[in-house]
Structures are given as C-alpha cells and as structure tokens.
C-alpha cells in the first residue's frame, strides 16, 4: 500500500482501501453547497455517505464488485458490473467525486470528464499524469493520511485533484495546511 514502508502493511483484495474522513474533509470547502455526485469507485460507500452527512447529494454509486448495496438509477441495490462496462453507463457530464484504486486510474480518467479524485500526490509529478494534467484546474493538498485505519500517522501524501472535461487549463494549486 505504501512505496515508503513496502512489505508493512499486507495488500488489500481487489486495492480496497476505504477512504478516511481525514482525507475528504480537505474537499468539502471546493464543493457547491448541495453539490450533486457520482462515485463510481464506491468500494463501502464511505466516501458518499460522508459527503451526504455534509449537505451534499451523491445520486448514484458504483463499484465493480460492491460491499454493500449503494445508490443506483432505479434505486435499488447495484449489480456488479464487468470492468470494461464500469464507466460506459456513467452521464459524462454529471461530478464524479471518487477515490479510484490508484491502479486503474488511467482507466477512470479516460471515461471520466467532471470529476474530483483522490490521487496520490507523487502521480502528478510522472510522466503519466502529464496528458490529464491539462484538464485538472485545481489540485487540493491533503497530506499524509494513514489508509489502514490504524490511529497511526500515513506514509504517502494524497491529493484531490479537479479535472474538466475540457483541456488547456491553468492548474491552481491549494494547500490545506
């Protein structure tokens, strides 16, 4: 789970690693008050209800193979679906706010335009995050944060990042400290 402390902690089936409340609140300032979303990385479905108890509305959640039973269009509990059909039903314009597994994510930022992930914060200095940069206008610092929810502090620095569906874009970068 970590590049400074490999072998520590063991890995996580199917890269689920529920997202803590100290890692979203960095997000809530840069949200429209009842902002209206989508996750589809939903894994537990913490992020959403999270973000719910905090005045905004997630419509619908998704995840390949949910934990529990989340939103979905007909309001009943979300079948799995298959990998390459994950993004192909999302409304392309509609807020995605998600943490996706980091091991997919050229995946998720290929199908998903108005977005705001939860990302590691080294991802935007590589040589693959320089195609979807154009489209990030914002990125949030959110600073270490322990993912094994362990009461210890983290190893790896996160941020949130906003991306449009548009590009050329001048990213702006806010620290939460």
């Not at 960095?26 to 959403?48: E, V, W």
């Not at 679906?81 to 314009?93: E, G, I, N, R, Y």
């Not at 210890?152 to 702006?172: E, I, K, L, M, P």
Request: contains cysteine.
């Amino acid at each position: 789970m970590t590049k400074r402390a490999p072998g520590k902690y063991p890995p996580s089936k199917r890269d689920f690693y529920r997202t803590p409340a100290k890692a979203i609140a960095p997000l809530l300032p840069y949200l429209s008050p009842g902002t209206r979303f989508i996750d589809p990385c939903a894994g537990d479905g913490f992020m959403a209800a999270f973000l719910d108890a905090h005045g905004h509305l997630c419509l619908e959640a998704y995840d390949i193979k949910p934990m529990r039973p989340h939103k979905s269009r007909a309001t009943e509990p979300h079948r799995p679906v298959s990998k390459a059909d994950m993004f192909k039903q999302l409304p392309p314009t509609l807020l995605a706010v998600s943490n996706p597994p980091w091991s997919i994510l050229d995946r998720v930022l290929d199908h998903l335009r108005e977005s705001w992930l939860l990302l590691a914060a080294d991802w935007t200095q590589t040589q693959w995050a320089q195609p979807y940069l154009k489209r990030c206008s914002m990125i949030v610092a959110v600073g270490r944060v322990s993912w094994m929810h362990n009461n210890q502090g983290g190893y790896d620095n996160a941020v949130w990042c906003r991306f449009h569906d548009d590009s050329n874009r001048d990213t702006r970068f806010v620290n939460t400290w």
